[in-house]
């Protein structure tokens, strides 16, 4: 009996004493972290999706607090709640230009060229990993909706032709898409960046045409209409430099023989391809 409450008492004592190195390193080592950022993370939406550059919502609120960002980075939180965090911390909202995800096809089925049936898994990934899925043009949209499925704010619908359009009232330019895409389609923009090419083939002229009738031809007629310098062509597609976007007209689009050179307006994202002047040639 006197062997088993000796056990007791040592076993105790050395819990004890563990116990108090314990509480003294933790006073020692302890971090303080201002209080303002966990009242801040819970105003933030949650989301944890990375738009603003950083890991999640409690280092974006640790970001804000210690004033590094500003609150309208956030491209989740609507304005109502960038402006209460604003106003909690003291701090100006700032006016951040929204982004959102562009895609960069318009290859739909109505006038891109299936060359094969594919039968398998439905998805984008799969079909690519099967002699690039079956598509005419071995660069467009595939339309299995992997980047709708992986958009968590449902920004993404599938139209009838089978290309994704982006909701850019929802999109939160997170980049799940980005991602998601086995073909590289989508990039995020910010939205007052209304010059777009919606294609991305790496052949020219008849060729191009021949697996789609939207495909850029690398015409050049954009380059010529454009400021200098504002458009190239590279590898048989037009390429826009958006360094020098500010230099961008709606010009530049107009002498597009197919279309694939595009100008946003507004609420627009994607569209539907004119095809008169195609049919009518």
Sequence with gaps: MKLFIDAI?????????????????????KVWEDPRIEIVAS?????????????????????????????????????????EIAAFLGVDAGDATKRVARLMCAGGSDVAM????????????????????????AWGCLGLADCAHAC??????????GLPVVDIEKCTACGDCVEACPKGLFVVRPVDHQLLVQC?????????????????????????????????????????DYDRIAEAAERA???????AIVWLSGAQFARVPALSSLEAA
């Design 114 to 137: 299936q060359r094969a049936e594919y039968r398998g898994l439905s998805t984008c990934a799969a079909a690519t990993a099967v002699a690039g899925g079956g598509k005419g043009c």
């Design 9 to 29: 008492l040592i076993l105790g004592g050395t819990g004890l004493v563990f116990a108090v190195f314990i509480a003294m390193a933790n006073k020692k080592l």
């Design 152 to 161: 968590t704010f449902d920004a993404i619908r599938m139209n009838a032709a």
């Design 253 to 259: 689009v107009e002498r597009c023989p197919t279309g």
């Design 200 to 240: 991305r083939n790496l052949v020219a002229g008849d060729d191009a045409l021949e697996a789609c009738r939207v495909s850029c031809t690398a015409c050049g007629k954009c380059v010529l209409d454009a400021a200098p310098g504002l458009i190239s062509v590279a590898s048989g597609v037009a390429v826009i």
């Design 43 to 83: 105003m933030l939406p949650q989301a944890n999706c990375g738009a603003c550059g950083l890991p999640g919502c409690h280092a974006f609120a640790e970001q804000m607090v210690e004033g590094k960002v500003q609150p309208s980075k956030c491209t989740v939180s609507n304005a109502e709640r960038v402006a």
